[in-house]
């Protein structure tokens, strides 16, 4: 398995549904994000996990829930969402969160599509 | 503020061409790393390089190159003899010591490589 899968690649749903994005690393890392990228704009961070804890929150909508049962998975639960969410979503790992030198190592994103 | 800039939002360069991504960074922390990510159509930010603020020495790997600048705090990236396969949008990103592992990209710069 490579470093860190994301599941589904793609995803479209109404503004009424609720749906979950899964990340998974095989990296043994400690540290897990959320990003979302949007066209034209910086990638904007949105969860950090450290050994299972959250760390940083970047005020982010509670229409999106994260969950990180161990330090291998983390999930995003979307639920109600707007068309302005439609975005590529991005999770990362790194060996930690306390310094910042740790690269941190990329999925292949969730393509998410809000009609 | 951004803290980091890529002012160049797209490039087009024929194939065999030098070309350079500029990026200026931002930030009163005296220990810093700087980062270069590619992104692939794929999706995937593929990890190319750390450097350091204590580290000013340019860095060579195979056709890509570095020059970190404290005094004008820029970290441009050339890649010497383009190929398509470098076709993809690239980022720069800050992380400071004092802000755990938080990376802080840019807007990207889109880069492609004509036959």
């Known amino acids: 398995e490579t470093g860190v899968t994301q599941t589904p690649r793609h995803l479209v749903m109404g503004m009424t549904n609720k749906k979950s994005l899964k990340c998974e690393q095989h990296?043994?890392?400690?540290?897990m994000y959320w990003y979302k990228q949007s066209a034209k704009k910086p990638l904007e961070l949105m969860f950090v996990y450290n050994f299972k804890e959250q760390t940083e929150n970047n005020s982010v909508p509670s229409r999106f829930s994260p969950e990180c049962p161990n330090s291998s998975h983390l999930f995003l639960h979307l639920h109600t969402l707007q068309p302005e969410d439609s975005a590529l979503y991005l999770c990362?790992?790194?060996?930690?969160?306390?310094?910042?030198?740790?690269?941190?190592?990329f999925g292949p994103g969730t393509r998410l599509t809000v009609l | 503020a951004q803290k980091v800039t890529q002012a160049q939002t797209e490039i087009s360069v024929v194939e065999k061409e030098d070309v350079t991504l500029d990026c200026v960074y931002e930030t009163r922390d005296t220990t810093y790393y700087l980062f270069w990510y590619k992104q692939p159509p794929s999706g995937e930010l593929v990890f190319l390089i750390r450097r350091n603020s204590f580290d000013e020495q340019n860095e060579i790997s195979g056709r890509y190159s570095w020059n970190f600048q404290k005094s004008t705090s820029s970290f441009n990236f050339t890649i010497t003899a383009s190929q398509v396969v470098d076709s993809a949008v690239y980022f720069c990103a800050l992380s400071e010591a004092t802000a755990g592992n938080q990376f802080y990209f840019g807007t990207g710069t889109s880069l492609t490589v004509i036959p």
């Open positions: 990296l043994g890392h400690n540290a």
């Open positions: 990362a790992s790194s060996q930690d969160w306390d310094r910042g030198y740790n690269e941190q190592f």
